[in-house]
Each structure stands twice: as structure tokens, then as C-alpha cells.
């Protein structure tokens, strides 16, 4: 295997583990906060809202962006360190 084709391969691995760790972080944040641990979050208010529905309504959206910049961030690293950057 040439080292250019094994770059490739431990690159997209590399990718795939940030993309599966950051969607796990938004699942998190957008299913448990939201849905399951609405409930035990509703005791808490932010901006006058119970913590729960906020976190339905804004905060995974707030999440998303976030990770989105994060994203961009570890792929700039990523694109230096495997030499595809431009």
C-alpha cells in the first residue's frame, strides 16, 4: 500500500471518530435534554423558560452551531497533520 493511500485511510478514519463523536454530543443534547431528561431540567428556568423546553426549542440549535465551528476547527487540524490542507 502506498503511504499516500494510508494517509488517506487513517485521515478519513480520524474523520469519521470527530463526526461520530460530535453527532453523539448533539444526540445528547438534543434527544436527552430535550425528551428524556426534560422533566428533571423543567426545575431549572433560563430566560424565564423551564430549562427542558428551552433546550427543545433553542438550545440544540445552539449546540448544532457550536459543534459546526468545532468541526471546522478539528478539520483545519486534521487537514495539516495529513498534509491535505491548501
Given at each position: 500500500m502506498s503511504d499516500k493511500l494510508k494517509r488517506a485511510k487513517a485521515y478519513w478514519k480520524e474523520n469519521l471518530r470527530y463526526l461520530l463523536i460530535l453527532l453523539s454530543i448533539w444526540?445528547?443534547?438534543?434527544y436527552g435534554c430535550g425528551i428524556l431528561f426534560s422533566e428533571e431540567l423543567n426545575q431549572f428556568r433560563l430566560g424565564g423558560f423551564k430549562l427542558g423546553f428551552w433546550f427543545a426549542q433553542q438550545g440544540s440549535?445552539?449546540?448544532?452551531?457550536?459543534?459546526?465551528?468545532?468541526y471546522v476547527r478539528l478539520m483545519n487540524k486534521l487537514d495539516k497533520k495529513y498534509g491535505f490542507d491548501e
Open positions: 444526540f445528547v443534547v438534543s440549535i445552539y449546540v448544532f452551531v457550536i459543534l459546526i465551528f468545532v
